[in-house]
């Protein structure tokens, strides 16, 4: 039987059992009662302050179990700053370098993280943000990278030990709300937390409706056009390979950047949910599932990560 996210053992130490067991709490401002329970899991209580901690754990040692990750070779992702944060953090506690491929359209904090854990990074420019082409971009210098180097890629993208690692936050979430969910709201990236959290959920509650979120200005799983804007983490102009839209998805939102934006700042102030854009992507959704479902019902949605990434950006410039 594999470890769980808090299992102490001796190929463990112990800042990565730290992984997971994140609180979750109810809005009591921006859900009034005349709309369904809105909780929301806080997971800038991970290590990192992001939830990728528990996907960049399972892919290291699910290539551990494999014996596909030699010891010592040098890691290689391309990454917007959180896979990339919790990947470094994993590797330096189980002793392999990262090189990692990100760019100047993610957050400052993020890269400067990657680069306190002692990963190496390589950047592609990306002035105008997050464009259709810059995720592309990453990963073919990411492979070019890995290929120098005889390095282990972990490719987030198509990598199934991450949706494994993201089972867990759903299983925290049956047992913190005593089985009783009735929507999953998140935002999809690489997919993994969507179809990691709702795959448990789904397990338990075969009715629960799993709703996912992009940018309004990307909104391709709602069949709409690839484009650029500003919330990291996801919206990367094409359907992520793991994700079947048909068969995986119950409803799609698609949540303008601004309003985001504006979201995030408010649970900040109105809620104290301190977080990014793409966790105010997920509120907006969210709180638009409440009001469609009533009172009476409960959507569960996830602050990704701690606002403490987005201090140098225009988020909280304001």
């Not at 001796?10 to 992984?19: K, S």
């Not at 949706?163 to 049956?174: N, S």
């Not at 804007?229 to 303008?256: F, K, Q, S, T």
């Not at 599932?289 to 606002?307: F, K, N, W």
Request: proline share 6%; aromatic share 6%.
């Amino acid at each position: 039987m594999a470890p769980t996210e808090t299992d102490l053992t001796p190929d463990r130490p112990a800042a990565l059992a730290a992984i997971g067991s994140t609180p979750l709490v109810r809005l009591t401002r921006l859900a009034g009662p005349d709309v369904a329970e809105v909780w929301v899991k806080l997971e800038g209580a991970n290590p990192t302050g992001s939830y990728k901690d528990r996907m960049a754990l399972a892919m290291i040692e699910g290539a551990e179990r494999r014996g596909a990750l030699r010891p010592g070779q040098t890691v290689v992702e391309y990454t917007g700053g959180s896979t990339g944060s919790s990947l470094a953090f994993v590797c330096a506690q189980k002793g392999y370098p990262a090189r990692l491929v990100s760019s100047d359209a993610f957050a400052v904090a993020k890269l400067a993280t990657m680069r306190a854990f002692g990963a190496e990074l390589d950047l592609v420019a990306s002035p105008d943000g997050i464009t259709p082409q810059l995720i592309p971009a990453m990963r073919a210098r990411a492979a070019e990278v890995a290929a120098e180097i005889d390095g282990f890629q972990t490719d987030q993208f198509t990598n199934r030990d991450m949706v494994d690692g993201y089972r867990a936050m759903g299983e925290e979430m049956l047992a913190q709300l005593d089985g009783r969910i009735d929507a999953f709201v998140t935002y999809v990236g690489t997919a993994g937390c969507f179809l990691g959290v709702g795959g448990a959920l789904r397990d338990r509650l075969p009715d629960v409706r799993r709703v996912a979120v992009e940018p309004a200005e990307s909104a391709v799983l709602s069949g709409g056009g690839a484009g650029t804007h500003r919330i990291e983490g996801g919206g990367i102009g094409a359907v992520p390979p793991l994700l079947d839209v048909a068969a995986d998805i119950d409803a799609v939102h698609a949540v303008p950047q601004a309003e985001a934006f504006a979201m995030a700042r408010q649970a900040a102030r109105e809620e104290g949910v301190f977080s990014g854009p793409s966790s105010g992507a997920n509120l907006v959704a969210a709180l638009a599932v409440a009001r469609e479902l009533g009172p009476g019902r409960r959507v569960v949605t996830v602050a990704v990560d701690s606002g403490l990434k987005y201090l140098d950006g225009a988020l909280y410039a304001v």
